[in-house]
């Protein structure tokens, strides 16, 4: 087998020991699953998420709640590897005639197979909601492609800091980030019901950009603006994510080269 395919082979290695994980902690995947569909129904139900949007509630809150379901999670990565690294595997996982990526790109494919599994359970809630996509299935494709891509370039930033936090019990603090990050965009609320200053700011969030796009592409209220990046905001949703991947995927790849070191 040439070097690209025992690469393959070992990162599918590494992707089945981390779906085996799912088997072993099924309470963990369904609390990980459960916890954005409870922010749905309480924001849609209780606290009376969508301000300034009219129309269906719902089909505001839902695409955005997608977005804001590829934020969530990261927790699950990042204490994944942090365990990996106190605990000595990594270490043995290097001692093996494998490559050196196979450790990270199958936690990252994991990673993905769960992010599309959440997209689809929270997909569901929602239609049973009452919130539909009106744009046919080629659009509905690339707004599922977009938040995937979000999820993608989100995923290396987490894996980049756990690498950096190295111990699990770090990754409490490192985590709290994810709230202000997700909460400062239009995910729950549109940025012209907000002061000036404020809606300027969640509206250059890398998630509002993602989430303007995304119900643009569904066919839903508050897919577009007045300002630049709301007017741009499916550029933006592939600008982002690209740019975050440039940044983070070499520094995770460099710091976890650097581990052996």
């Given at each position: 087998?040439?070097?690209?395919?025992?690469?393959?082979s070992?990162?599918w290695t590494?992707t089945?020991r981390?779906?085996?994980?799912?088997?072993r902690?099924?309470?963990?995947?369904?609390?990980?699953?459960?916890?954005p569909?409870?922010?749905?129904?309480?924001?849609?139900y209780?606290?009376?998420g969508?301000?300034?949007?009219?129309?269906d509630?719902?089909?505001?809150?839902?695409?955005?709640?997608?977005?804001l379901?590829m934020?969530?999670?990261?927790?699950?990565?990042m204490?994944?590897?942090?365990?990996?690294?106190s605990?000595g595997?990594?270490?043995?996982?290097?001692?093996?005639p494998?490559?050196?990526?196979?450790?990270?790109?199958?936690?990252s494919?994991a990673d993905?197979?769960?992010?599309?599994a959440?997209?689809?359970?929270?997909?569901?809630?929602?239609?049973a909601?009452g919130?539909?996509?009106?744009?046919?299935?080629?659009?509905?494709?690339?707004a599922?492609?977009?938040?995937?891509?979000?999820r993608?370039?989100?995923?290396w930033l987490?894996i980049?800091?756990?690498?950096?936090?190295?111990?699990?019990?770090m990754?409490?603090a490192?985590?709290?980030?994810?709230?202000?990050v997700?909460?400062?965009s239009?995910?729950?609320?549109?940025?012209a019901?907000?002061?000036?200053w404020?809606?300027?700011?969640?509206?250059?969030?890398?998630?509002?950009a993602?989430?303007t796009?995304?119900r643009?592409?569904?066919?839903?209220?508050?897919?577009g603006?007045?300002?630049?990046?709301?007017g741009?905001?499916?550029?933006?949703?592939?600008?982002w994510?690209?740019?975050?991947?440039?940044v983070?995927?070499?520094?995770?790849?460099?710091?976890?080269?650097?581990?052996?070191?």
């Open positions: 087998m040439s070097a690209a395919g025992w690469a393959v070992d990162s590494m089945r981390e779906l085996a994980h799912w088997a902690q099924p309470v963990q995947v369904v609390v990980g699953l459960a916890f569909v409870m922010l749905l129904l309480m924001f849609n209780l606290v009376g969508g301000r300034g949007v009219e129309g509630t719902a089909e505001y809150l839902v695409p955005g709640m997608l977005v379901t934020a969530f999670g990261l927790e699950a990565t204490l994944a590897v942090t365990q990996d690294l605990k595997v990594v270490d043995r996982f290097r001692s093996m494998m490559a050196s990526g196979a450790v990270l790109v199958g936690r494919v993905m197979l769960q992010s599309v959440a997209l689809a359970v929270m997909a569901s809630v929602g239609y909601m919130w539909r996509w009106h744009d046919g299935a080629a659009a509905a494709l690339g599922v492609g977009l938040l995937l891509l979000l993608f370039a989100m995923l987490g980049l800091l756990a690498l950096v936090a190295g111990r699990p019990e990754v409490q490192v985590q709290i980030l994810v709230w202000p997700g909460f400062l239009n995910v729950f609320a549109a940025p019901s907000m002061p000036g404020l809606g300027a700011v969640v509206e250059w969030n890398p998630m509002s993602t989430a796009a995304v643009g592409l569904f066919g839903n209220p508050g897919g603006g007045d300002s630049w990046a709301a741009h905001a499916g550029l933006l949703a592939v600008l994510p690209l740019v975050l991947l440039a983070f995927f070499p520094l995770a790849v460099r710091r976890f080269a650097g581990l052996s070191r």
